[in-house]
């Protein structure tokens, strides 16, 4: 028996397969809250990593932003080599981890200041692979600010990381904003269509902006692709990818009540552009869509149960 995510140990994770871990996050019936986090800056806390935070807050999955697979980086964990940072994360937090991949296209059409990333950020068979085999349990194809992604970008590098490693890490498709796409902006971000190719091209969760975020954006539009989506037998996360998880408690609190209302699988609350979310609006989000009965559980649950 699968149990919800909600309800799993750090050991449970450990002995979860790809498909476990769709069942556990569906069975949770739209509670289960990922945290973005970006370890290349120094910590929040100087004592510890902005993973021990974000987890200590509530977060259920961690999504490491702005990460190199091929020069891994991550302040704030006690010293380990390379390869072993995000079994190390794993062993801080007993989260499960997900990681950030970028399919920059460079023919499309673009707005404002681009920004080039390394190599190993870019959304290509082998850093998913590497990301895989440093431990990842989940790979999300998006775009940061500026970087030229675009749904096609998408969609082209999920073909092909599907064919390598699509029964073996959950692969999440979609775009938080418009990534300094000219004509991917506003409602234009995610269409039906867009969400047709994605599953077809082997995803396993659609990435959607949620209501308030983007201009355009209403928990109404979102609710529609939400339930496109389930009838194509995929899960959803709604994202806060626009600064928002930083501003106030009530702001916070809005947007998880209507990407509840719309019907996601999953929530995610962005790193502010810095480091990682408020820590009391990666609580007051977990309170929102799940009381603090079960947020405080999660904050509380020893990682060695």
Known sequence: MIKRLLDCNASDFLKMKKS??????????????????????????????????????????????????????????????????????KNLTGRLIGVNLEPVDNQQATIGEITTISKGRLATIDTAMTAYELGADMIVLTGNPGTGVSNSGIISSLKGINAVLGDKIILVAGKMHASGSLKEAGENIITREDIKEFVEAGANIILLPAPGTVPGITMEYIKELVTYAH???????????????????????????????????????????????????????????????????????????
């Open 231 to 305: 009838v194509l037998g995929v899960l959803t996360l709604t994202a806060i990818g626009t600064s928002q998880e930083d501003a106030d408690s009530d702001t916070i609190k809005q947007i998880a009540i209507m990407c509840k209302m719309a019907g996601t699988d999953m929530h995610h609350i962005g790193d502010a552009g810095y480091k990682t979310a408020n820590p009391e609006n990666i609580m007051d989000y977990s309170i929102a869509i799940r009381g603090k009965r079960h947020t405080y559980i999660r904050m509380a649950r020893s990682i060695n149960r």
């Open 20 to 89: 476990d871990i769709l069942e556990s996050i569906a069975a949770s019936e739209g509670r289960v809250l990922v945290s973005e986090i970006i370890g290349m800056y120094d910590p929040t806390l100087h004592s510890i990593s902005n993973a021990e935070l974000a987890a200590a807050f509530g977060a259920d999955i961690l999504l490491l932003n702005m990460f190199d697979v091929y020069e891994p980086i991550f302040y704030g964990i006690p010293y380990v080599e390379k390869q072993n940072i995000i079994k190390e994360i």
